[in-house]
């Protein structure tokens, strides 16, 4: 007889809870997330625009550097 409490995926509750904040996502959360998507979003908006490559990424790149320093210098992350 089997006393295991994992589920249907093998995990066992304690181990889920460790991979699975429950907690929604911080500001520089989403920095981290806005950096790839202006990236993204720049490369799309440069074909349908016809922009050269170079532009696009300098755009992007500027925009990636503000979110940056934004994240780092003026909200810099705090304990607690």
């Not at 249907?8 to 911080?26: C, I």
């Not at 908006?45 to 755009?59: K, N, P, Q, Y």
Request: aromatic fraction near 8%; proline fraction near 8%.
């Amino acid at each position: 007889m089997s006393t295991r409490t994992d589920g249907p995926d093998g995990f066992g509750g304690q181990f889920f809870e460790q991979l699975v904040p429950r907690q929604s996502p911080t500001r520089h959360d989403l920095v981290l997330a806005v950096i790839p998507a202006v990236f993204l979003l720049t490369l799309v908006t440069a074909a349908v625009l016809d922009l050269s490559f170079r532009t696009a990424i300098t755009g992007a790149s500027l925009v990636g550097a503000v979110a940056v320093v934004d994240a780092l210098f003026l909200h810099p992350p705090t304990r607690g």
